[in-house]
């Protein structure tokens, strides 16, 4: 019987790395997984989205520049495939019996926005090994005998994987703090008398430095990005809080998403039992108390942002009640018809997230008038016919020096990420991007010829973003999925007067 959820646990993993691995060989990258792809070719410390650890991933798969999809979802298949089995781990480490650090891992296994979103080459994938990574070590290490090997490793180690996630995601600083804030409690409190803690928190802190300088050096340019610049009619509002909350229910799934809320207060109440959940109740609130102000305030926030803080609830469970019997996590019984209904509903979401993905002819069942810019798996497709024809297109003679213009980033890095460091990418988003700073626009609109890519997702005329330019050649490409049209790329040659076509 101890064994069993483990024997489930490893099953659905085994079955979800042959269905990813699958997919790594029919599926091309996400938009953002574009961009992170290209920072291979860009080495920085920081970019405008996110700190640079996921640029280093990829261009170590990339041998030194941006990886194919192929190779990264081979990455990303093992990884993501892994992740449930730490949060397992971490569950053990935190006092879990194996049967229920086993249910601790299926529960993660459930949410779609593990099983699915961690699919993609993302920082969100390095971030959730970090956070549990983290939440192991200093569990485990609070739980050893003070000032034992076995504690100084641990703790150690926590505080420094704090701070490598933190230079993926800046999601993670919070998470430092919050391991700041345990050692500083009464229950850690001979811990905190020793070296090792204090000394993972200057690492964790040392590995960060060069995102921090890089941002001071360069006028914090991650930080305009993402407070100043995308939040346009940014505040307070019913929209915000509905994106959060279907968001939410979308990506946790509605049962699951419940029982989080159930979890989660009570969490928070058993913080002061032992060291081990003042841990998880300040990994859990400190994170959860930064991110949501600003989703409910940001009109792009996104509703993986809160993902973070919710890793620490499945361990909690775990703990209770043969760990902590007194704890007021004892009293969050689940009932065994509510808990399968959960994670059946959990497993059942992501299922159907893969098989959209996955077996195009299922479109079929939308009605005809369905706006397919909804769609977004439809950009996981197309985009080697489109470079294709992009290689393919008849340039005036002698011209050279050529620019490939897209109207937003989201287009510009499919094409940086396809054509390589050999084509120089422009970028013609209407606020500044990470393009403005591999390829500035002051240069790049000086180039002969420019190709202009766009599709049926942006209203982008070109005449009107280069009055001095004449179009002298075009080609259309649709993209089918399921006997559908799915997008309509334009792909249009623009040249500065007086030049024409062989």
Request: hydrophobic share 55%; net charge positive.
């Amino acid at each position: 019987m101890t064994r069993h959820p483990l024997r489930v646990l490893g099953a659905l993993s085994l079955l979800l790395f042959a269905v990813r691995l699958y997919a790594a060989t029919r599926v091309g990258f996400g938009d953002s997984e574009a961009l992170y792809a290209c920072y291979a070719m860009h080495p920085q410390p920081a970019y405008l989205d996110h700190p640079g650890l996921v640029g280093v991933v990829a261009r170590m798969l990339g041998g030194g520049g941006a990886p194919t999809p192929h190779v990264a979802h081979l990455f990303t298949a093992c990884a993501s495939t892994l992740v449930p089995l730490l949060g397992a781990v971490a569950a053990r480490a935190a006092g879990a019996t194996w049967e229920r650090a086993g249910i601790a891992g299926i529960v993660l296994v459930a949410a779609p926005e593990v099983t699915v979103g961690l699919f993609g080459l993302t920082p969100d994938l390095l971030l959730a090994f970090a956070w549990l990574g983290a939440l192991a070590l200093a569990a485990d290490g609070l739980r050893a005998p003070v000032g034992s090997t076995r504690a100084a490793v641990s703790l150690l180690g926590a505080a420094l994987v704090a701070g490598i996630g933190a230079t993926a995601k800046v999601t993670a600083i919070p998470l430092v703090l919050a391991l700041a804030l345990t050692l500083a409690s009464r229950h850690a409190r001979a811990h905190a008398r020793t070296l090792w803690p204090w000394a993972g928190l200057a690492l964790g802190l040392l590995v960060l430095l060069p995102v921090a300088a890089y941002e001071a050096r360069t006028g914090w340019p991650m930080l305009r990005h993402r407070l100043v610049d995308t939040q346009e009619g940014a505040g307070i509002s019913l929209r915000n809080f509905s994106g959060l909350l279907g968001g939410q229910l979308a990506y946790v799934s509605p049962l699951l998403a419940w029982l989080a809320v159930k979890v989660g207060i009570a969490t928070w109440r058993a913080r002061d039992e032992d060291a081990v959940s003042r841990l998880l109740g300040w990994s859990f609130a400190l994170p959860l108390a930064v991110l949501l102000p600003v989703a409910l305030f940001s009109r792009v926030a996104e509703p993986h942002w809160l993902a973070p803080p919710l890793l620490a609830l499945p361990i909690a469970w775990a703990r209770g009640p043969a760990s902590l019997p007194s704890a007021p996590l004892a009293p969050v019984a689940i009932g065994r018809r509510f808990g399968f209904a959960a994670l059946a509903s959990g497993l059942a979401m992501s299922a159907a997230a893969h098989a959209w993905v996955l077996i195009p002819s299922l479109v079929r069942v939308l009605p005809a008038s369905f706006d397919t810019r909804l769609d977004l798996a439809t950009e996981l497709y197309g985009w080697p016919d489109v470079v294709r024809e992009v290689k393919a297109l008849p340039l005036p003679s002698g011209a050279e020096d050529v620019v490939v213009v897209g109207p937003h980033w989201v287009e510009c890095a499919q094409l940086h990420a396809a054509l390589g460091p050999r084509v120089v990418v422009g970028c013609a988003t209407p606020i500044p991007d990470d393009f403005d700073t591999w390829s500035p626009r002051a240069e790049w609109r000086r180039k002969e010829s420019i190709v202009f890519v766009t599709d049926t997702r942006f209203d982008a005329d070109p005449t009107r973003l280069f009055p001095d330019r004449t179009p002298v050649a075009g080609k259309t490409v649709t993209i089918h999925r399921g006997g559908r049209v799915a997008r309509v790329f334009s792909i249009i040659v623009l040249e500065k007067s007086g030049i024409g076509l062989r």
